[in-house]
Nanobody, 122 residues
Framework: VQLQASGGGLVQAGGSLRLSCAAS????????MGWFRQAPGKEREFVAT????????FYADSVKGRFTISRDKFKNTMYLQMNSLKPEDTAVYYC????????????????WGQGTLVTVSS
């Protein structure tokens, strides 16, 4: 599976952005998709996951209630709607996918997009 993330940019604190992740290739094999982020000097951290078939979701506590992960199976695209953005949300956001039921560990995901930069100014 090949993944292409887009939608990052510069936004003021309190603002919103929507990230997209377009999947191509063997999309029928996808089971779990997710978003991770990596701030400068920090490790990559889990943001949210979605079950590609059922649509069930799981969020990191730091984004719960502010971010919404979703997918459009017909467009083979996953989204991350980010509201009430904070400066600490500034990071490169990566989308990921795997053919298995995986959790929050980045190492468990087999396919990755190239990342899109989100900058939140105070």
């Amino acid at each position: 599976v090949q993944l292409q993330a887009s939608g990052g940019g510069l936004v003021q604190a309190g603002g919103s952005l929507r990230l997209s992740c377009a999947a191509s290739g063997r999309t029928s094999s996808m089971y779990t998709m997710g978003w991770f982020r990596q701030a400068p000097g920090k490790e990559r951290e889990f943001v949210a996951t979605i079950n590609w078939t059922s649509g069930s979701t799981f969020y990191a506590d730091s984004v719960k209630g502010r971010f919404t992960i979703s997918r459009d199976k017909f467009k083979n695209t996953m989204y991350l709607q980010m509201n009430s953005l904070k400066p600490e949300d500034t990071a490169v956001y990566y989308c990921a996918a795997d053919a298995r039921r995986v959790g929050v560990r980045a190492a468990d995901f087999g396919s990755w997009g190239q990342g899109t930069l989100v900058t939140v100014s105070s």
